[in-house]
Each structure stands twice: as structure tokens, then as C-alpha cells.
């Protein structure tokens, strides 16, 4: 495993409520991502970080924020959640050792009633 | 917008039988990557083909890439039941600062 750990994994909330996953890694990768998955679109990406306080949108990024304070540590946060944004978030990290290769968390389930 | 799309979405076979699944892509890319997804599961890197190889194989999984068709294929050869997951690819495209660009995925079910 690649040193990823998301939280939480599991949450249902209300809509209009703000929600915040977080992602950390221990291996001082520099690059973090979130993803999104969602049947019928695959991955897409909603933003990406190439380094503390150094973050870009993705194809996605309509609805979410995100801050990366530490290197080890990426939020992903939606302000006021809406029920298209129920999904499967992966946060991913890659660095210079891992060559071109990302390496993904095991995703936190979102699920916005 | 989707760089790489899988053909076919989906693929059944039985175990000991050859698996071949395509991904065609649009633009010019640094590399191509392929990854594994089991149900329920985070994805996992297998393999990755830069765009100056024609060839590149792990164990029983063979990738080639043909840059003139804009194309990929992932083989995996005398397929397990444990190989049921889906497979995606993804593309590095030139200029992207490294952020991959992923396909749809083919699921695969290989049957014993």
C-alpha cells in the first residue's frame, strides 16, 4: 500500500450542509489529486496540488475548494453539498521516486440525501 | 473532456482464456498507464508505456502502444478468477504538468 489514508471513508449528509475529506500521505509525495468516480464517467479529476499551498482546478472543480497546509496532508472540501455530487472520492499522490506513477487511497463514499 | 476510452466496457472469458482490452486516446502523450480496480477497491497501478515504446510486459500482462493509431492495448494471458476487476487506462498528456487523464475501464469476469 502506498501510504494513503482517507477520512472519513463513509458519510451520508444533508444537502446544503459543508463536507470536508481528508487525504494524508506518508510518503512526502509532492503531487496530490482528488478524483471522482462515477458510473458511466470513470475518474475525473476535481483538483490537483503541486505543493503546500500550491493548488489547480481539474476537469470538476464546480462546487469544491480544496487546501493542501502541509505536504502530507490535502482537503477536499464542498461548501454545500448537492445531491449530484454523491460519488466515490480517491485522493492519489505521485512524486518524483514514483516516476509518473499515482497511487490511489481507497476512496471515501459520499452520499448526499 | 475523456482522453482514453476502453473497448469493450465489458468482457467476460473463462479462466485460462487470453485477455485483450484497447484504450484509444486523442492527443500526443508523454505515456500511458494501466490500472486495476476491484469492486469496492482504490486503483491500482500496473503498468506504464512511455510513448518512445512499442512493447512492454509484467508477469502475465503484455501492453503495446501504437502512437500512429493513438492506441493501447492491455493482454493479460492465462487469466484467473482473481484477474475479475475492472481495468482502466490513462494517459499523461504533453503539457498536462503530469495529471492523468482516465478512460471509462473495461470490466473484465473471468470465470472458473
Known amino acids: 500500500d502506498a501510504g494513503i489514508t482517507q477520512s472519513p471513508r463513509h458519510k451520508v449528509t444533508e444537502t446544503g450542509t459543508p463536507v470536508t475529506l481528508r487525504c494524508h500521505q506518508t510518503?512526502?509525495?509532492?503531487?496530490m489529486y482528488w478524483y471522482r468516480q462515477d458510473p458511466g464517467h470513470g475518474l475525473r479529476l476535481i483538483h490537483y496540488?503541486?505543493?503546500?499551498?500550491?493548488?489547480d482546478k481539474g476537469e470538476v472543480s464546480d462546487g469544491y475548494s480544496v487546501s493542501r497546509s502541509k505536504t502530507e496532508d490535502f482537503l477536499l472540501t464542498l461548501e454545500s453539498a448537492t445531491s449530484s455530487q454523491t460519488s466515490v472520492y480517491f485522493c492519489a499522490i505521485s512524486g518524483q521516486s514514483s516516476g509518473n506513477t499515482i497511487y490511489f487511497g481507497e476512496g471515501s463514499w459520499l452520499t448526499v440525501v | 473532456s475523456q482522453q482514453g476510452e476502453e473497448d469493450p466496457q465489458a468482457l467476460s472469458i473463462q479462466e485460462g482464456e487470453n485477455a485483450t482490452m484497447n484504450c484509444s486516446y486523442k492527443t500526443s502523450i508523454n505515456n500511458l498507464q494501466w490500472y486495476r480496480q476491484n469492486s469496492g477497491r482504490g486503483l491500482v497501478h500496473l503498468i506504464l508505456?512511455?510513448?518512445?515504446?512499442r512493447e512492454k510486459h509484467s508477469g502475465r500482462l503484455r501492453v503495446t502502444l501504437d502512437t500512429s493509431k493513438k492506441s493501447s492495448s492491455l493482454l493479460i494471458t492465462a487469466s484467473r478468477a482473481a484477474d475479475t476487476a475492472s481495468y482502466f487506462c490513462?494517459?499523461?498528456?504533453?503539457?498536462?504538468?503530469?495529471?492523468?487523464?482516465f478512460g471509462k475501464g473495461t470490466k473484465l469476469s473471468v470465470k472458473p
Open positions: 490513462a494517459t499523461d498528456e504533453r503539457g498536462s504538468q503530469g495529471n492523468l487523464i
Open positions: 510518503e512526502n509525495h509532492r503531487y
Open positions: 508505456i512511455r510513448s518512445n515504446e
Open positions: 496540488s503541486y505543493g503546500v499551498k500550491d493548488t
